[in-house]
């Protein structure tokens, strides 16, 4: 789960991270009185959205010239102005993909005399299975771009879960990013106190970029985009409570609801299957074959009927299915339930795409025998090569 840049400030800021004074907001008003708050004479209108890249973003409805979704403002005016144009405006950055998010909401910023800009993040190395702190001196700029063209400027730091960011760890990071004197001193306490927060509130990703030197020294969160573990929510009340869902895809809060593990993709052929292992495979043989997953879908090991029923439902309410691919391996899970299920739910939402069903395993005889006595327009398969090959075949054709 994501949540906007103010939240994780507030979050950081609790565990004693030095961020600026801000205000959230919703309306121009609001934007008048935020600015009445903030000392000045340099204030920040930033726009909340579940991406990155604002600053550089370009609003859909201003034309090519108007400012970003990250703005400077000198005076207070110019802070109601500036709130004024991008609110309900569609921001559009490399990370949003081409329909971009609505700005509903700005967080207006103390503005802060920026000295360098720095990257740090942390994340969990899968290879390690620790927490890694990687960091930058090319901060501030798209850090893909500095990945891509220059990898020797990314440094990372492989934190011990036995013994936490020690003294020595937290001095290398500060060397890495040529702190000298109070931002070196700062940088000793902020990498145990971002450690804390990642592991305490079940972090799987937290970026900041940029992390500034002050012009007085000083070290200062300026950005911060923060991602939980799905998985932990269940203990974080106070974390679960930031979700907003409208920057949420519909058809993964519907899946939400129903606990199947679900991600829109960009391709055309929706997949239902079960196990995530079996999902990935099934997603990689239609590529193979030349097509594109339309989802990612992990309908669980023991899925009863209704599950199943709202898992096909999301699928076929997705525009841009052409076709649907039932993979389903029954080992806990018994095929006459997948049937039942897909019939079910073809019963409430019809069926206009081209459906091929491939069932194994648990009571494969059964299942197969209640698709195949239903009226239902199913394309069969026995192995997943074959099931792979129809759905091409038949979305391709149609
Ligand atoms: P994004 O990464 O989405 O573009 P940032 O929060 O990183 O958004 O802001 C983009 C740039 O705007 C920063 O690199 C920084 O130069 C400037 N900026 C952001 N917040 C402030 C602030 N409070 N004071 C001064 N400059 C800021
Ligand atoms: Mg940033």
Redesign the pocket.
């Known amino acids: 789960m994501n949540i906007h ?1 103010h939240q994780a400030k507030a979050v950081l800021k609790s565990f004693g991270a030095p961020v ?1 004074e ?1 205000v959230a907001i919703f309306s121009a008003d609001e934007a008048a009185k935020a600015a009445d708050q903030l000392p000045g004479p ?1 204030w ?1 209108v ?2 909340q959205i579940h ?7 370009k609003f859909k409805e201003l034309g090519p010239d108007a400012k ?3 703005r ?1 403002a000198f005076t207070k005016d110019d802070v109601v102005a500036h709130a004024k144009e991008m609110l309900g405006n569609t921001l559009v ?1 490399h ?1 949003t993909g081409p329909d971009g998010k609505q700005v509903n909401r700005l967080y207006i ?6 000295e360098t ?1 720095l990257y740090l993040s942390l994340l969990v190395d899968r290879a390690t299975s620790h927490v890694a702190f990687v960091v930058s001196t090319e ?3 798209d850090i893909e771009d500095v990945a891509h063209s220059t990898p020797e400027k990314i440094q990372t730091f492989d934190v011990n879960p036995d013994d936490g960011v020690t003294p020595e760890v937290a001095g290398k990071i500060a060397d890495a990013l040529n702190l000298k004197d109070a931002a070196h001193e700062d940088m000793l306490s902020l990498a145990g106190i971002l450690y804390k927060a990642f592991c305490e509130k079940d972090m799987s990703m937290l970026e900041v ?2 992390l ?1 030197v002050m012009k007085d020294g000083h070290l ?1 969160v ?4 923060v991602s939980f573990d799905g998985n932990a929510l269940f203990r974080h009340d106070d974390i679960m409570a930031l979700r907003d869902t409208t920057e949420e895809d519909d058809k993964e809060i519907e899946a939400s609801k129903y606990d199947l593990a679900y991600v829109a993709l960009d391709g055309n052929i929706g997949c239902m299957v079960n196990g995530a292992g079996l999902a990935m495979a099934t997603m990689d043989i239609i590529k193979l074959y030349g097509a594109e997953p339309a989802n990612f879908l992990d309908v669980g090991g023991g899925a009863t009927k209704e599950k199943v029923t709202a898992a096909f439902k999301i699928i076929t309410a997705d525009p841009n299915v052409k076709g649907i691919l039932v993979n389903i391996f029954g080992g806990i899970m018994r095929c006459d339930v997948i049937a039942e299920g897909v019939l079910a739910a073809v019963k409430e939402v019809g069926l206009s795409v081209p459906l091929v069903v491939r069932l194994e395993g648990t009571n494969v005889e059964l299942g197969k025998k209640i698709i195949n006595e239903s009226d239902l327009d199913v394309i069969s398969a026995d192995d997943l090569d074959d099931a792979a090959q129809k759905i091409v075949a038949a979305v391709k054709g149609a």
């Not at 991406?51 to 973003?57: D, L, S, Y």
């Not at 910023?109 to 920026?114: H, L, N, P």
């Open positions: 840049e600026a801000g340099l920040v930033k726009s991406a990155g890249g604002r600053g550089k973003g970003g979704g990250v400077l950055t990370q910023e103390d503005g802060a005399d920026i800009e901060g501030g700029m970029n940029p500034i200062r300026l950005d911060a985009k």
